[in-house]
């Protein structure tokens, strides 16, 4: 049969019914396998809904299934503008444990924050088969690679057998370690490890995890590293602010010392004196007003503050 007559014959009956009737038939002349091409890059999921509507014993549907699920079929079906989110699952739902791989490549790779959301969903229903394929993929050579099956450990119940997000704590990209980290934290025989070392941190993002989490809860061994943090000028200021305010909570003497550090301009001759105004030292102030617990040379401090006219110090105070 000439070429052009078979172009115009599945034009006529269409591709859906092409390949329907090569499985029928399990039998696939080079057309069928170019049907098969055409819909895997227009339309896949009409494809899928095809496939695995075939008898399972069917050969052909299977090969069929292997030529169309190619990364970049899928990475189109899913990042195409206005996709039908049903069709979308449809599609996703064709793939078991099997396919596995073709789903974590696209997760690994996608800049689409909604194309990831849409493998989450598909590979936590996975995960409990597929775990020593996440475990491989979380030691990507890839930073990007390893930050998104991080993100995915994020989204399961539970992580794969022998697997901790500890290891990751020191990997030298930042996005990377800000994922294990959110790990950690929610564990709570690693969340002070992770609290300290996301304080220590160079990275801004990081610190500002570790400041939010502090804020909640700070562990004794992270209130030195706080104290640090407050008195630090290099350090951003609603950084700083965020820190003094979870020293404020804590009640130790050492957390104490260090608002005393902010609030008083410093503790030579007259040590008394309230330091320049500025918001980190307005947050210590308040923070020391309302101490749960003894904040010794601090009274001092507050008393003076407390005969102060100045507004924004009165109104640290709780003061009209």
Known sequence: MRESAVTEGRARIGADRVLMTAIELEHAPECVWTVVDE???????????????????????????????????VRTSLETDGADPDAISQLLEGFGPEQADVLLDLLCES?????????????????????????RRSRDERWFARRNILALMGELEAWPRKWSPGGFADD???????????????KPDLR???????LEDDDRRARSLGLAAATESCPLEAIAKLSDLVVDERIPTEQRVMGVRALGRTGDHEAAAALIEVVRAGAGLAPNRLAPKNPVMLAALQALATFPGDIGVGKKLIMKATRSSDPDIRAALGKE
């Open 39 to 73: 819909m895997a890059s227009a339309d896949l999921v009409e494809l899928v809904r095809i496939v695995r509507a075939a008898p399972t014993d069917s050969r052909l549907a299977r090969d069929a299934w292997t030529r169309a699920m190619r990364p970049e079929h």
């Open 111 to 135: 800049e689409s924050l909604a194309t990831r959301k849409r493998l989450f969903t598909r590979l936590v229903a996975l995960a409990p088969q597929i775990e020593q394929s996440l475990v």
């Open 172 to 186: 030298p990209h930042p996005a990377v370690r800000r994922e294990a980290f959110k790990l950690m934290l929610r």
């Open 192 to 198: 002070d490890r992770a609290l300290c070392g996301l």
